[in-house]
């Protein structure tokens, strides 16, 4: 049964769910010619067509691949023979992505070509000098940004400081997912307080995902400080006084961090936690995948923020000049319109090209849409509350490491 809202005490709620994870990393490894090195030098490469097909590996350390990303990759190498000869698929978790850059440039030879990967995935990348700067340094080879992305986009686009490309877009949360066999819609949770006391009385019934391992643990701890008044929600050290107490409090009544946004859920359709904070790409995927059943409850905070997020395509220092030709010919592909509607049947409803949307990209997406898009609540859902651009790459390692210092460095003690 499908909610579709609850008032309690004359307060209406709306209840939601739907899209996908992906919200995830991903990582095109092209072999570099030989002789590549990883010095500076590489900071002013220029990109120059090779004279026969290269092999590319892709390393995703988000979900991509399955979030539209190998379809797409895919695709623009059946249409470009002269310049992909095969690819590789990779999976990395995405803390890990940044050493296995690091470890191939002390290595002295460059496979990794393209890492795609969320703000952390690059934040980490960025502080350990990993990435190009392409925005500007090859604006010609890439499409017009510009037009493909409207302010909310662009505000993301600018954390990246030139070093990816914005491929995948999400107002994605966060909002409850709850158990309706196990809590009652007018008994959810609609405050930061609310869901306080809530786990202070089913304790252990409630837990979110390790922030630098999971989507939604990100959107979670990044709305707290808008929905709780701290001094400044984009500077996790000196603005989340406020932020950083409650998480502590809360975890007092939180058994364990799930390492993943996976595990989380896997938890969540087992039934051993009944109230979970989400976001669009986890509730729909989930729910499509039969983790979660179909029927499960969502809900908006009153005080409603949603977090943007995206993932972007990033080049590595050290990859040769032919890889980096071909690397800027699939971004561009990426976020062409073909690319981008693959995704809206994978559980997004939004994309990083503005004009490629749920309701024109034909019957194959508005059927998915139907199916488990829960049309009846998101399209007013996204028209509630705020967005707020995600925190800037270096901000959000701060962030992480401030969490697991004071929250989940302290789980079961």
Request: net charge negative.
């Amino acid at each position: 049964m499908t909610q579709q809202g609850v008032a309690r005490g004359g307060r209406a709620r709306a209840f939601t769910g739907a899209a996908i994870a992906l919200a995830a990393a991903l990582t095109i490894a092209g072999c570099g010619a030989p002789g590549t090195d990883s010095s500076s030098a590489a900071d002013s490469l220029t990109p120059k067509k090779p004279a026969k097909p290269i092999k590319l590996t892709v390393m995703d350390g988000g979900g991509n691949l399955a979030g539209g990303g190998k379809a797409a990759i895919d695709a623009f190498v059946k249409a470009n023979p002269d310049l992909v000869s095969g690819v590789t698929y990779q999976t990395a978790a995405g803390p890990d992505v940044a050493g296995k850059v690091r470890a191939q440039r002390s290595g002295g030879k460059m496979d990794v070509s393209l890492v795609l990967g969320g703000p952390d995935v690059l934040g980490a990348a960025e502080k350990q000098d990993l990435l190009l700067e392409q925005v500007e340094a090859n604006a010609d080879s890439l499409p017009d940004l510009s037009a493909i992305q409207d302010a909310p986009r662009a505000e993301l686009q600018k954390t990246a400081h030139g070093l990816g490309v914005l491929i995948n877009y999400d107002p994605n949360g966060p909002f409850i997912d709850y158990n309706p066999d196990k809590v009652e819609a007018g008994d959810v949770p609609a405050t930061p307080e609310e869901l306080l006391e809530w786990a202070k009385a089913h304790k252990g019934k409630f837990a979110y995902a390790q922030p630098s391992g999971s989507g939604s643990g990100r959107a979670f701890i990044q709305a707290l400080p808008y929905m709780l008044g701290d001094s400044d929600p984009q500077d996790p050290v000196k603005g989340w006084d406020k932020t950083w107490d409650y998480l502590a409090e809360l975890g007092e009544y939180v058994n364990s961090y799930p390492a993943s946004s996976t595990i989380l859920a896997q938890q969540f359709g087992a039934g051993q936690l009944e109230v979970i904070p989400t976001i669009i790409a986890h509730d729909v995927s989930n729910r499509k995948t039969r983790t979660w059943p179909a029927d499960t409850g969502i809900a908006l905070f009153d005080n409603q923020n949603w977090i943007s997020d995206g993932h972007f395509a990033m080049v590595p220092k050290g990859v040769s000049a032919e890889t980096l030709y071909v690397v800027l010919k699939l971004e561009s592909y990426l976020v062409d319109r073909e690319a981008q509607q693959e995704r809206l049947t994978t559980g997004v409803l939004t994309t990083a090209n503005k004009d490629v949307t749920t309701e024109n990209s034909g019957s194959k997406v508005g059927a998915f849409v139907e199916e488990w898009g829960r049309p009846d609540f998101y399209p007013k859902a996204l028209k509630t509350g705020e967005v707020r651009v995600a925190l800037a790459p270096d901000r959000m390692q701060e962030a992480f490491d401030l969490w697991q210092r004071n929250v989940g460095s302290k789980v079961g003690s």
